[in-house]
């Protein structure tokens, strides 16, 4: 088991350097001010000698960035959720999948042309409007995998699609997308919200997460499903809402980040999570039996893991649950006071829990509430910017807005 520790150091005005070996690989950390774009960065460097770089931010202006995937020559394909405005007319969705490439090198995909949707108009709502959650959290298309024969599957939300005559919902389903014609069909349709997917190609399965039902289940070659593992209450007796999910290419077993669910009886109020009951859990992936990979965590969203088998964690946030927002609550209005929304803002981070047992080392941190992040051969990509896109809140440096950002952490 691994165990999350707080940081041994604080932002402020200097600059600490620290540096961890994993392997023969040095990952070195340099944590600057607060108010600079990305305050904590990292690079590892294959030589063995201690190295620093900046993380990148390659996007901005995005509407709540939700799972990255990399195409073989390197371009991304990028789910945004959208902007949360939940409607019954046909092609006004905000959602998108879109290929994201940097025509002209400078390392980024702001500049016109650069980004392209391969599906458009997908529906998006907000859990405050919708279900009175308390917090400004958005959802509709979500996370996404390439699969070797070319389709891209993405995680779809929907709850203006309405119910079919048994009662089950008929907007909750993983979908099959081209490059060539877009929406293809449905892979499977499910009664619970499923928000998170990893592809194991060795197995040629699909793992799925129900955040719904805080269930894992596996989806074959053939489209059999199997219910792979459940997952009971945490310690304050809240749900265990599995979030992100990720093979371990080391030994096959499926990481799962739990969040920890909403705490109903807290002095006569309810708290949106309780912090620290958060882990990340090793699922063996043909007995479905569980074991604690890392525990303490605050709100533990999602999971990736490397060749080498070292685990990276995105915490939504890392500080005391704030206040839950009214329903009525105007998510549109530029003049609305700057809630942070059920969740401190600007308290993410990214950290790496190394294969050998060894300390874990922040990679990241002072990110706008990251939700995904994914592991390729040399970086991770990091969404960040969750909640309604362009509603005032307090950032570190005063008033801002809610911006959907892709960040890129060096991994060389």
């Known amino acids: ?17 620290l540096s961890l070996i994993v392997g023969s690989v040095v990952f070195a950390i340099i944590t600057t001010g607060a108010g600079d774009d990305d305050p904590a960065v990292a690079v590892a460097n294959p030589s063995g000698a201690a190295a620093t770089a900046s993380s990148t931010r390659v996007a901005t202006g995005l509407q ?7 195409l073989p020559d390197g371009r991304l394909v990028v ?13 006004s969705g905000t959602g998108r999948v879109s290929v994201f490439d940097d025509l002209n090198g400078d390392g980024d995909y702001d500049d016109v042309g650069e980004i392209e949707a391969v599906v458009s108009q997908i529906p998006s709502y907000n859990t405050l409007t919708e279900f009175g959650t308390g917090q400004d959290e958005v959802g509709g298309a979500g996370d996404i995998v390439l699969v070797d024969d070319g389709r891209i599957l993405v995680t779809r939300d929907d709850p203006s699609a309405g119910y079919a005559a048994d009662g089950s ?29 990893a592809y194991d190609q060795q197995a040629e399965t699909l793992y799925v997460i129900e955040s719904g039902a805080n269930r894992l289940i596996a989806v074959s070659s053939d489209g059999t499903i199997r219910s792979v593992a459940d997952f009971l209450p945490l310690e304050q007796g809240q749900q265990a809402v599995p979030a992100g999910v990720a093979i371990d290419p080391t030994t096959g077993d499926v990481l799962v980040a739990l969040f920890s669910g909403q705490v109903g009886d807290y002095y006569g109020s309810v708290l949106s999570f309780w912090p620290g009951a958060a882990r990340v859990v090793r699922v063996n992936s043909t007995t479905g039996k569980q074991t604690d990979e890392i525990v303490g965590l605050t709100t533990a969203v999602d999971v990736a893991v490397d060749d080498a088998g070292n685990v990276f964690v995105v915490e939504l946030t890392s500080i005391w649950p704030s206040a839950r927002m009214p329903r009525e609550f105007d998510l549109f209005d530029p003049d609305s006071p700057p809630d942070p929304g059920g ?26 509430q990251p939700t995904n992040i994914t592991h390729t051969d040399n970086a991770l990509f990091v969404s960040t910017g969750q909640g309604t896109p362009g509603r005032p809140i307090i950032g570190p440096t005063g008033a801002t807005s809610i911006t959907g950002e892709l960040h890129r952490i060096a991994l060389e």
Not at 2 to 17: I, N, T, Y
Not at 64 to 70: D, E, K, L, S, T
Not at 79 to 91: H, K, L, S
């Open 79 to 91: 789910v945004e959720a959208g902007n949360g405005i939940a409607t019954t007319d046909a092609g």
């Open 169 to 197: 919902p008929t907007g909750i389903n993983v979908a099959e997308l081209s490059f060539e014609s877009g929406f293809v069909g449905n892979l499977i349709v499910r009664n619970a919200t499923m928000n998170a997917l």
């Open 343 to 368: 969740y401190t803002r600007f308290a993410g981070s990214v950290t790496l829990y190394p294969a050998d047992g060894t300390a874990p080392l922040v990679l990241a941190n002072n990110l706008d």
């Open 64 to 70: 709540n960035p939700r799972g990255v995937a990399m």
């Open 1 to 17: 088991m691994r165990f999350h520790r707080s940081a041994p150091w604080r932002l402020g005005a200097g600059v600490l350097v």
